[in-house]
């Protein structure tokens, strides 16, 4: 076990490379109003606080759902909804007028903390909030009068741009206003939505009440806009506030926002979690895969390396260099998942016998047994049969057994090629397996 010390330096410089990349960025992070109800904002503040010193961009955009139930309860009204939207009455709009005044407060003191030895310490977070929103009425949809409840009509993105240009986190309320001076109850979801692709925003970050989850109940790590849209189709376990939370976020990336989340806020730092690491906690949506198995580039032989160096050094591969491997770069491939390469390997063709060697075969520790090796070998078989070739055969000092399973047969030396017989390190004893290529 290392020691805590090690453990620390290392991970801390595993998550350099995400500062690197979020610096700058703008992220728009909307969260209900469930969120404060339940005490879950002190947390969450110092977490975006920790977001905003790495220089990201934020805008929040909070809900007030439960605030409002409350101020109709005091008026012992009941809340009406229809379509999954709130019928919002003269008296209900007074109730969304009173809730987002006291949820705003509460936000803005949370985000003003300072308290020593505490992680807002030093802090000095500067908000920005007032009427960004331009609104219109939804008016009547399938006979029912939404009265004031309303929908996003314009996002005033240059003086959200300008008020994150200063520094400032942005803080966006459920509510609009009309160019005659009305006001409309907003759903969270909908700015959230509007705001991320009038900023042109780098992610939409939702906090829902449940993740994102497969009929087994499983966390769907990833999915792509139609995937997202297909689940929803079936999805009937998920929770309404997540399935909001998921059609936004797949429109939003539809949309030209690059990425978009959703991540259950009943842990504590899924937040930190789903940004700063690679496993995250929720759930990714963007417009196409993430995953590609491509040729390298020059670009990629820093990644390559630190794929192959370890192995090197046990002896499990030939050692190259940098200077060979970019010299031999052409012949690599690579498999990367949102730009982290996780695996590669090499194809070295000998035209006069149709032969081609497989080498450099290699996917990162943390990865292995999730079939990224059986990726990046189909992969390179189909290449080298468009290529006409009749062989694909590799030399391995520990992992012929593997391939072995995946159809390769066991060879003497006399099985390669002339040119990669006289190069045969005696030495290293290397296995002779060969494919042949249907």
């Not at 990425?259 to 995250?280: K, N, Q, Y």
Request: charge should be positive; charged fraction near 25%.
């Amino acid at each position: 076990m290392p020691e805590p010390n090690t453990r620390f330096v290392t991970w801390f410089r595993s998550v350099a490379p995400y500062f690197h990349a979020f610096r700058g960025r703008t992220f728009v992070v909307a969260f209900a109003g469930e969120v404060l109800a339940d005490g879950k904002f002190v947390g969450l503040a110092h977490d975006l606080n920790l977001l905003q010193s790495a220089g990201i961009r934020l805008v929040l955009v909070h809900g007030s759902r439960p605030q409002i139930n409350r101020q109709l309860a005091r008026r012992r009204l009941a809340p009406r909804y229809s379509q999954d939207m709130r019928i919002t009455d003269a008296t209900a709009l007074e109730c969304v007028k009173e809730a987002v005044g006291v949820l705003r407060v509460e936000i803005e003191a949370q985000l003003s903390q300072g308290l020593p030895n505490s992680p807002m310490a030093g802090a000095a977070i500067r908000l920005a909030s007032g009427n960004y929103i331009t609104a219109q009425p939804i008016g009547i949809v399938e006979g029912v009068d939404f009265h004031y409840t309303g929908q996003v009509r314009r996002v005033d993105a240059a003086a959200i741009a300008e008020a994150l240009d200063h520094g400032r986190i942005v803080l966006l309320s459920n509510v609009g206003y009309s160019p005659t001076g009305e006001v409309f109850n907003l759903a969270m979801e909908d700015v959230a939505l509007a705001t991320a692709v009038a900023l042109k925003a780098d992610k939409l970050i939702f906090l829902s009440d449940a993740p994102v989850s497969d009929r087994d109940r499983k966390l769907v790590p990833e999915l792509t806009a139609h995937d997202a849209e297909r689940l929803l189709g079936r999805g009937k376990h998920l929770s309404g506030e997540t399935r909001r939370c998921l059609a936004r976020a797949a429109r939003a990336v539809r949309e030209g926002v690059a990425r978009a989340h959703v991540v259950s806020r009943g842990e504590d730092g899924a937040l930190l979690i789903e940004l700063f690491t690679h496993e995250g906690s929720g759930t990714m949506l963007t417009a196409d895969k993430l995953e590609r198995l491509r040729p390298a580039t020059i670009d990629d032989v820093g990644g390559i390396l630190q794929l192959i160096e370890p192995l090197e050094a046990e002896g499990a591969l030939v050692r190259r260099g940098r200077e060979r491997l970019e010299q031999e770069i052409g012949r690599f491939f690579v498999i990367e998942h949102d730009q982290l390469i996780l695996g590669c390997a090499a194809l070295y063709p000998f035209a006069r016998t149709k032969s081609v060697e497989l080498a450099a075969l290699a996917v990162r520790p943390e990865y292995r047994g999730r079939g990224y090796g059986e990726k990046l070998l189909d992969a390179l078989e189909v290449r080298a049969r468009a290529m006409g070739m009749q062989k694909l055969f590799v030399l391995t000092t520990r992992t012929a057994q593997w391939f072995i399973e995946r159809g390769f047969v066991a060879n003497g030396i006399g099985a390669l090629p002339k040119e990669k017989r006289e190069l045969y390190n005696w030495q290293r004893r290397s296995k002779v397996l060969v494919k042949t290529l249907a």
